[in-house]
């Protein structure tokens, strides 16, 4: 599974999840150790980014008709609606859920970006 991550990628995730190289296969007690001095580094990084101390990193400008030009992808999705079910007219609570899980997928890789109201 790994290798089916492109290596720049892979380095971003690790680092955000504080993993080590070949964690699966640490003893557990040295994967703990090694995982809490990753996850403060993590900490201190955020840290010293929201006191100014470090560069906040910033993505390319990209305009929204650009965006839905390119269509779909691993880190571009679309939602017609976020609120209202396009099938019967009426609000629904599932087409929020839909979004929900949307930003949590992003929030769980490497981000993404979310359009409303782009079938």
């Known amino acids: 599974m790994e290798a089916t991550i492109p290596p720049h ?4 995730m690790m680092e955000w999840h504080a993993l ?3 964690w699966w296969a640490l003893p557990y007690e040295d994967f703990l150790k090694e995982r ?14 929201l006191c100014g101390e470090l560069p906040v990193p910033t993505a390319p400008s990209v305009s929204v008709a ?6 779909e992808s691993g880190s571009v ?10 099938h019967t007219g009426q609000p ?5 859920l839909a979004a929900l899980k949307t930003i949590a997928g992003f ?9 409303i109201g782009v079938a």
């Open 20 to 22: 080590p190289p070949g």
């Open 36 to 49: 809490r001095v990753r996850m403060a580094r993590v900490v201190r990084k955020g840290y010293q980014r």
């Open 66 to 71: 650009e965006l839905v030009a390119a269509g």
């Open 107 to 115: 929030l769980n890789a490497s981000g993404g970006t979310l359009v």
């Open 9 to 12: 990628e892979r380095e971003a």
């Open 92 to 96: 629904d609570e599932k087409m929020h």
């Open 77 to 86: 999705e679309f939602k017609s609606t976020l609120r209202t079910n396009l």
